[in-house]
């Protein structure tokens, strides 16, 4: 599992929202260097999740709204919509053509994931944000 663009553009926000303010999209997306509409995206995604409460109109924007502490980077990739699958074919959605396939055999890759996912949760954003 590798860590997105998506879910990186996430912690900048998050980040940018440490300090407990109201801000605009625009300017997260300017002070963190991140495309405008992508940062729109994220924070609709953010906002679902639980973790930003959006304030609409003119003088709107959107401020952290979720203890960090209780937040690991594995809830935070699952907001962002990451699979969390080491292989693309571990997919339940996946169309494998192989005829053969070794995949559903190798008793690793699931200890492997396991494993994966224990150590993400194991983290919370408040400590990947915050710590030096």
């Known amino acids: 599992m590798v ?3 998506e879910t990186d553009y996430a912690l900048r926000i ?3 929202l440490l300090d407990g303010k109201l801000h605009t999209a625009g300017q997260i997306a300017q002070d963190e ?3 405008q509409a992508f940062a729109y995206k994220i924070l609709k995604k953010l906002e679902k999740a639980g973790l930003v ?3 609409r109109g003119t003088a709107g924007g959107c401020r952290l709204s ?3 502490i209780g ?3 594995y809830d935070l990739m699952k907001a962002m919509g990451e699979r969390g699958n080491l292989s693309s074919c571990m997919d339940p ?3 494998c053509y ?3 396939c070794a995949m559903p055999n190798l008793k690793p890759v699931p200890d492997c994931r396991e494993a994966l996912d224990e150590e993400l949760r194991a983290h919370s954003l408040q400590e990947i944000l915050t710590d030096p």
């Open 53 to 55: 409460e959006v304030v």
């Open 3 to 5: 860590i997105t663009r």
């Open 33 to 35: 260097l991140l495309p």
């Open 71 to 73: 937040t690991s980077l």
């Open 98 to 100: 192989t005829a053969v």
């Open 93 to 95: 959605a996946y169309q």
């Open 66 to 68: 979720a203890d960090l």
């Open 14 to 16: 998050l980040r940018a």
